[in-house]
């Protein structure tokens, strides 16, 4: 379905903490995953990608789960820094005509680090 | 590489106005999707172009337009101007999305005010 923008959900975490941040997706036809940041006045910045035949992939200090079966995917975030805080999106895309280019996002979560 | 960047970065109009935003792509990248961001309604995709095509469209009225040059670089135009209009325009560039998946990188995007 399309993103719509309510009241973000927040999540606050104490600096050197773990962080995780949930995202439910609606499209079961959807196959690759990504996870965006976006800091005040800027665009987002991608942090991490995954596709529908995985259901785990690790960055740098980043992880992201994929659970096709309830349709969810998360962030964790270790090791959390201030320099973290920031809004972060999940989106999705399918293979397929209809989906040339077109992202669909999920709300957002404002994720505050507290030094 | 540069990024994708967007002018101008601040846009003031009043309704009834038009507007034109630009954006370049990451050099080499030839897919450029554009999104309205604003508090209510979040990120939703606009459209998205390939090789000066429009290979994708959103739920947008025809006041919002767009355009791709030889070069990849990009243009979208809003007609008649209204005050639900006022939101952050991001354009975003990939190498291709031709069914595969490429991951798109945001520039920092148009804020753009209707009065």
């Known amino acids: 379905g399309e993103s719509v923008g309510l009241h973000l959900p927040t999540l606050s975490v104490q600096e050197g903490d773990n962080s995780i941040i949930n995202c439910a997706y609606s499209?079961?036809?959807?196959?690759?995953f990504i996870w965006y940041k976006q800091e005040s006045g800027k665009g987002p910045q991608f942090i991490i990608d995954?596709?529908?035949?995985?259901d785990k992939r690790q960055g740098q200090r980043v992880t992201v789960l994929l659970n096709k079966t309830v349709k969810h995917l998360s962030l964790q975030i270790a090791a959390t820094q201030p320099g973290d805080s920031a809004v972060y999106f999940c989106a999705e895309n399918w293979a397929g005509g209809t989906s040339y280019g077109k992202l669909t996002f999920g709300q957002g979560t404002i994720l505050t680090v507290h030094p | 590489k540069a990024g994708v960047t967007q002018t101008p970065r601040y846009l003031i109009k009043t309704r009834g106005q038009q507007v034109t935003l630009s954006c370049s792509p990451i050099s080499g990248h030839r897919s450029v999707s554009w999104y309205q961001q604003t508090p209510g309604q979040g990120l939703q995709f606009l459209f998205e172009y390939f090789s000066e095509t429009q290979r994708n469209k959103g739920n947008f009225p025809g006041r919002f337009s767009g355009r791709q040059f030889s070069n990849s670089r990009s243009e979208m135009n809003v007609s008649t101007l209204e005050l639900g209009d006022s939101a952050l325009y991001l354009c975003?560039?990939?190498?291709?999305?031709?069914?595969?998946?490429?991951?798109?990188?945001f520039g920092p995007g148009t804020r753009l005010t209707v009065l």
């Open positions: 995954i596709r529908s035949n995985m």
């Open positions: 975003a560039s990939s190498l291709e999305l031709a069914g595969g998946h490429d991951t798109q990188y």
């Open positions: 499209n079961s036809a959807s196959d690759y």
